[in-house]
Each structure stands twice: as C-alpha cells, then as structure tokens.
C-alpha cells in the first residue's frame, strides 16, 4: 500500500496571510512541519499540495529547497488539487494534513494510519468529535473513496474542505475516529492568527532545543509549566465548520 502524506499549503490564508512560511524557531514554518512530517514511519511519500498563484511560487522553491515534491493546482477546489496530487504520486492511501499545524506529533500520524491500516474503514480522523488539541488533525482515506468524491461532489464546500462529501454519505463509507484517552481539545495549536503563531513559537521554543524529536506530552508539559500561555490565543474562534467538516479543517 503506497501511503502518501498530502499537505495543502497557501500564500493567501484570510486570517493570516504567508502563514506557513512564518519563522519558527529561525526556519519557515512548513519546512518545520516536513521535518516532523518525515518521522512518520507508516508512510511512504510527503506532497506539498499547493495553488498555481503566482503568490505560492515560494513554497515551491521552499519544496525545492528542502527535496520534497509538490503539485500546483486549484486554490479553492483543494478537492481536486488533492485528487490530482494522489493520482500523480500512485497513492493507494491519503493521509490529509494542513500547512497550519507545524507541532503535529508523528506518532499520532502513525496511530491514525495504523488503524486505518487495520481494513475495515474507508476514512479514519482523529477528530470526529474533537478530542486532541486543534493543530494534531490527520485524516486518512482511500484514493478510491478521494477519486470518487472529487468525481462527485457538487457542493463549494465539499470541494474547498476534501473530506465532508465523505462524511456526507457514512452510508457509503466507513468512517472511524481515533480518539484521545483524554480530552484535551481546549488547546490551540494551529496556526490561524497572530496570536496562534506567538502560542506556537513559544511552544516550540520551550521544547525544541532540549528535545528537537518532541511529542505531544512534551508540549503538554510545557503548557502546564506555563498556564498563563492557554490565554494567549483563547479567545480566537475556530473557523465555522460545514456540517460535515470536522471542527479542525482548514484551507491553509
């Protein structure tokens, strides 16, 4: 099973404009995001899945720069832009990551394609409902399930978001959520404002230079050790969700 990790990346975010080459920790946020995303030991390929703006040609040369691939193509019908991504690297399986979550801990990637891995689902997510922290969201489906929703669904959102057409029909495809044994989705670790970005950078530069192979326990440790940082970025509202898109999605 050819598993190939796509990450949807763009320049022209709403909230925060050039948000995935911010700096963090003196190096631009997705290179950060690709190197955590190359411990993930279950899967085979990363793709960078950008847009044909002219504004995204520097995450082009970021990919250039760092040797991993990348596919250039709608800016709203992320749907397609996946589809074409997958088809163009032969995946059998998708996992699904967004360019606003350099923390993402690689073993939680692993844990959602291993049970995905197990057979009997066609879509696994680690947030149906919420239960880790916004900033750890993996999905993965099968190239099947993805060709077919790309072929199928009509609707903005299901073509903006990749996944709710899958979510729309749980008659059709079996879905599975990978839940955490606690509930810790209170936590923002997503990069969608400044505010999330200051979080972020003091997270990783609490953990990082003692342990640069850090996990999520790491960073839970660190927000423990300094309760007052969970205000920094508290009262930033998620993104309203469509009704089948899970509560982390982004189109970053």
Same mark, same amino acid.
């Given at each position: ?64 720069? !760092? ?5 250039? %193509?709608?800016?709203?019908? /992320?749907? =397609?832009?996946? @589809?074409? +991504?997958? &088809? ?39 947030? !149906? ?5 916004? %900033?750890?969201?993996?999905? /993965?489906? =099968?190239?099947? @399930?993805? +060709?077919? &929703? ?103």
């Amino acid at each position: 099973m050819n598993t190939v990790v796509i990450v949807q990346a763009r320049m022209t975010s709403t909230r925060l404009p050039g948000k995935v080459l911010l700096p963090l920790g003196g190096e631009p946020m997705l290179a950060r995001l690709v190197g955590r995303l190359r411990r993930v030991k279950h899967a085979d390929d990363i793709v960078i899945a950008t847009t044909n703006n002219a504004s995204d040609d520097a995450i082009v040369a970021l990919c250039e720069q !760092l040797g991993v691939a990348h596919h250039r %193509g709608s800016e709203h019908d /992320v749907l =397609s832009r996946y @589809a074409e +991504a997958a &088809a163009l690297h032969h995946a059998d399986a998708v996992v699904r990551i967004t360019a606003d979550c350099p923390l993402i801990d690689p073993a939680l990637i692993d844990q959602v394609i291993a049970r995905y891995q197990v057979g009997d689902a066609d879509c696994v997510s680690n947030m !149906l409902p919420p239960s880790w922290p916004y %900033g750890m969201a993996a999905e /993965v489906f =099968s190239a099947k @399930a993805l +060709a077919e &929703a790309h072929a199928e669904a009509r609707q903005a959102a299901e073509r903006e978001h990749v996944t709710p057409f899958l979510y729309a029909h749980p008659e059709r495809y079996r879905l599975h959520n990978v839940a955490s044994p606690v509930d810790l989705s209170a936590q923002r670790w997503t990069v969608d404002t400044p505010e999330d970005h200051d979080l972020v950078q003091r997270l990783f530069d609490a953990v990082f230079p003692a342990k640069p192979e850090f996990t999520l326990a790491d960073l839970q440790a660190a927000m423990q050790a300094h309760p007052d940082w969970l205000a920094i970025n508290q009262h930033i509202v998620q993104k309203p969700a469509t009704e089948f898109q899970t509560p982390q999605e982004s189109t970053a």
